[in-house]
Every structure is written in structure tokens, then in C-alpha cells.
């Protein structure tokens, strides 16, 4: 069974730094575009980064310039490095697998998210 | 960038009710769609990919269709557990957009 472990949330002030992991189980990792989705409290899903099998990577213009997706296939394991961080900033982390396919993929995997705070 | 527009944002509706919700998209996206089921507290669940084909699990219940911009789920007979936030996503391009969502309550 595929399983997706989010850590790495908390509380933080504004123009400070967290790093989020998402730990893949179940899943030949590599093998799969790996993503990060946020929820704002109480609003919709907004897709923040993804990040391909070679290491390609893609950025919502929102975060772009301050986060940095990255990922250890050796450790199976995906992470979002968030710097500057704003209030906006502020909602419930998802990371999500893709299904795999060359293109057109949705996200059939997700973690049970992580929140980030961010707040003086 | 290309915009998700859902409608109803809510909808309260009975068990045994049919439930029709709507996503249209700012351009045409041929039929890369895709609706995902979220209860609270949980993470999302996908349902269909490619405007229509049913994710593993999901009831045939469920239905999807649509292409190029307007597109519909629809669940023909409501049960207890299908109360959730609906969402739909573009999976045609980046950046990954997806609608406002729709929530379905009991009436």
C-alpha cells in the first residue's frame, strides 16, 4: 500500500525558513512525479510545486524564488524548502504522487498533511 | 494561467438525491480533468482523471463527463458518506490549477 508521511510543519514568523519531508512507502519512488498541494484554512487547494523523475522541477508563480522543491530518491523521500516565508503562507501542507502516466497526471496518492504556521 | 471556475460553491441535498456539479475552465483543456472527494480533516481522494474514468474504489455511483471546458460529476443516489468538499483540477498544463470546490451538506 502507498503510503505518503508529511513532518516537518510548525509555527514560524514572517521572513523565516521550514523545511517540510514527505517519506514515500509502497511505491517504487523514483518511478513518479512527486508534488506539494496547500490548503489555507477553510479554502481551497492550491497546487505549490512538482518535481519529476529527473529532477525537474515546476513552481506556482506564488512560492516561486522562495521555496525550493527537492527530492532523495535513495531516501524516498521529497521535500519543499520554504524561505521568506509570509503569513499567506500559512495552511496545511500536502505532498501527492502522481499516477504515473508521461503527462496529464492527477494525484492518486496523498499524505495526510502537515500544517505550517506562519505568524509573529 | 488557467482558471477553474466551480459551481454551486454549496449545495445541501438529501440522501437518495442526485447531485450534479459543475467546473468550467478560463480555456479549453480537452479532457484533462480531474475531481478529487474531500472530507474534513482528511486529505483529498481521487475519484476521476481524464474528465471521466473512475479511479480504482471509487462507486459507480460516481459519474464524470466533460471536455474542452465545461465538465460535471454527478452522483446519482447521495449516500451518508458522500458528504464532502468536491474539488476539480487541470491536469493540461502548469501551473496545476483547481476550483474553489463544492461542498455538499446534508439537507
Known amino acids: 500500500e502507498v503510503q505518503l508521511l508529511e513532518s516537518g510543519g510548525g509555527l514560524v514568523q514572517p521572513g523565516g525558513s521550514l523545511r517540510l519531508s514527505c517519506v514515500a512507502s509502497?511505491?517504487?519512488?523514483?518511478?513518479?512525479?512527486m508534488a506539494w498541494v496547500r490548503q489555507s484554512p477553510g479554502k481551497g487547494l492550491e497546487w505549490v510545486s512538482c518535481?519529476?523523475?529527473?529532477?525537474?522541477?515546476y513552481y506556482a508563480d506564488s512560492v516561486k524564488g522562495r521555496f525550493t522543491i527537492s527530492r532523495d530518491n535513495s531516501k524516498n523521500t521529497l521535500y519543499l524548502q520554504m524561505n521568506s516565508l509570509r503569513v499567506e503562507d500559512t495552511a496545511v501542507y500536502y505532498c501527492?504522487?502522481?499516477?504515473?502516466?508521461?503527462?496529464?497526471?492527477?494525484?492518486?496518492?496523498w499524505g495526510q498533511g502537515t500544517l505550517v504556521t506562519v505568524s509573529s | 494561467d488557467i482558471q477553474m471556475t466551480q459551481s454551486p460553491s454549496s449545495v445541501s441535498a438529501s440522501v437518495g438525491d442526485r447531485v450534479t456539479i459543475t467546473c468550467r475552465a478560463s480555456?479549453?483543456?480537452?479532457?484533462?480533468l480531474a475531481w478529487y472527494q474531500q472530507k474534513p480533516g482528511k486529505a483529498p481522494k481521487l475519484l476521476f482523471y481524464?474528465?471521466?474514468s473512475l479511479q480504482s474504489g471509487v462507486p459507480s455511483r460516481f459519474s464524470g463527463s466533460g471536455s474542452g471546458t465545461d465538465f460535471t460529476l454527478t452522483i446519482s443516489s447521495l449516500q451518508p458518506e458522500d458528504f464532502a468538499t468536491y474539488h476539480c483540477?487541470?491536469?493540461?498544463?502548469?501551473?496545476?490549477?483547481f476550483g474553489g470546490g463544492t461542498k455538499v451538506e446534508i439537507k
Open positions: 501527492a504522487k502522481d499516477r504515473g502516466r508521461a503527462e496529464h497526471n492527477p494525484f492518486d496518492y
Open positions: 509502497g511505491v517504487t519512488f523514483s518511478s513518479y512525479f
Open positions: 518535481i519529476n523523475s529527473g529532477g525537474g522541477t
Open positions: 480555456q479549453g483543456i480537452s479532457i484533462w
Open positions: 481524464d474528465a471521466s
Open positions: 483540477q487541470q491536469t493540461n498544463s502548469f501551473p496545476l490549477t
